[in-house]
Antibody, heavy 118, light 106 residues
Framework: EAQLVESGGGLVQPGRSLRLSCEAS????????MHWVRQAPGKGLEWVSG????????GYAESVKGRFIISRDNAKNSLYLQMNSVTAEDTALYHC???????????WGQGTLVTVSS | EIVLTQSPAAVSLSPGERASLSCRAS??????LAWYQQKSGQAPRLLIY???NRAPGIPDRFSGSGSGTDFTLTINSLEPEDFAVYYC????????FGQGTKVEIK
């Protein structure tokens, strides 16, 4: 059974950086695209970034483009999100998600909470 | 940018009733639409993908339909565990979500 566990969240000051990690198990990580999706407190889902199996195709939401960097290490079964120049609007629960055979998000991790505040 | 608009924002129904949730895309996305269920305090779960295909383990009371710009998630005979928030998602370009529909117990 595929499992995803995020880590790296916490309290960070505006303008600083944070790196999130997502550790995958139970499936052949190197074969699947992966994504980050966030959810601000009490709000809906917002797709943040995605990366294909070999890092050859990467995309970002306009709200994070130029500030966030997605990457993966297939040898370590891990996905990352480098968050730079964070603002209060980046406060959210950050989920990683695996693509299924058709590119949809299944399953999702439970998320790691990022709070941006001075 | 493709915008997904879900309606209604919330609906109150009783167990055993049918729920019909709508998702409208700002441009043609063919059949590139999925539905997710999110219960309070839990991660979202894939229900339906490619408009009408149920994900593994999803009961057949959940069904999806539509194409182009108008899509519907139907839940026949609501069970107590179905009261949750439902999101549609498009993957015609990367991925964006609708704002969600909350299905509440009446």
């Amino acid at each position: 059974e595929a499992q995803l566990v995020e880590s790296g969240g916490g309290l960070v000051q505006p303008g600083r950086s944070l790196r999130l990690s997502c550790e995958a198990s139970g499936f052949r990580f190197q074969d699947y695209g992966m994504h980050w999706v966030r959810q601000a407190p009490g709000k809906g889902l917002e797709w943040v970034s995605g990366i294909n199996w070999n890092s050859g195709n990467i995309g970002y939401a306009e709200s994070v483009k130029g500030r966030f960097i997605i990457s993966r290490d297939n040898a370590k079964n891990s996905l990352y999100l480098q968050m730079n120049s964070v603002t209060a609007e980046d406060t959210a629960l950050y989920h990683c998600a695996k693509e299924n055979h058709r590119g949809w998000f299944d399953p999702w991790g439970q998320g790691t909470l990022v709070t941006v505040s001075s | 940018e493709i915008v997904l608009t879900q309606s209604p924002a919330a609906v109150s129904l009783s167990p055993g009733e049918r729920a019909s949730l709508s998702c409208r895309a700002s441009q043609n996305i063919a059949s590139h639409l999925a539905w997710y269920q999110q219960k309070s305090g839990q991660a979202p779960r894939l229900l339906i993908y490619d408009t009408s295909n149920r994900a593994p383990g999803i009961p057949d009371r959940f069904s999806g339909s539509g194409s182009g710009t108008d899509f519907t998630l139907t839940i026949n005979s609501l069970e107590p565990e179905d009261f949750a928030v439902y999101y549609c998602q498009q993957r015609s370009n990367w991925g964006s979500f609708g704002q969600g529909t909350k299905v509440e117990i009446k």
